[in-house]
């Protein structure tokens, strides 16, 4: 019973994981694209604020769960499906790291800027491009391992 309930804590931390990232990266899109530093304020704070609501805590029950359920299947670590899921997850925080940095600095510019009443800096824009190209592999990284994971598929290199 407890892999039962490990696997629905896996998967609604996977859902939660996705939704927050999906969402994150629409909501700055389409308040970058308005050019209205209110509306970037309040998409940049609320994506800052998801990190720490849902991404982090999924992010960790990922990990957690699914070494736990593999572990209680008898699957060792180093098989390589698992070997391949726990790569493709670390890739995937790697990729992200920097870029939830990125995004506490970009909503640290425009409170600045709405404060100071001024435009907003250069910065942002390479912030913001860097935060786009940090974000795409890290979500592909994620997508592939829920493959992985589901299929149980051993990617092979060559």
Known sequence: MTYVYLKVAHILAMSFFFGAGAASAVLKLRADKSGDLQSMKFAAGHIVWADFLFTIPSGIAL??????????????????????????????????????????????????????????????????????????????????TVYVMVSKHNLSLW
């Not at 726990?86 to 506490?104: D, K």
């Open 63 to 144: 990990p957690v769960t699914g070494i736990w359920m593999a572990l209680l299947a008898g699957y060792p670590l180093t098989e390589g499906w698992v070997a391949w899921g726990i790569g493709l997850y670390v890739a995937a925080g790697l990729f992200w790291l920097p870029a939830a940095f990125l995004q506490v600095l970009m909503h640290r510019e425009i409170k600045s800027a709405l404060s100071e009443s001024r435009k907003i800096s250069d910065s942002y824009a390479l912030w913001s491009k860097i935060w786009m190209l940090l974000g795409v592999p890290s979500f592909a990284a994620a997508l592939v």
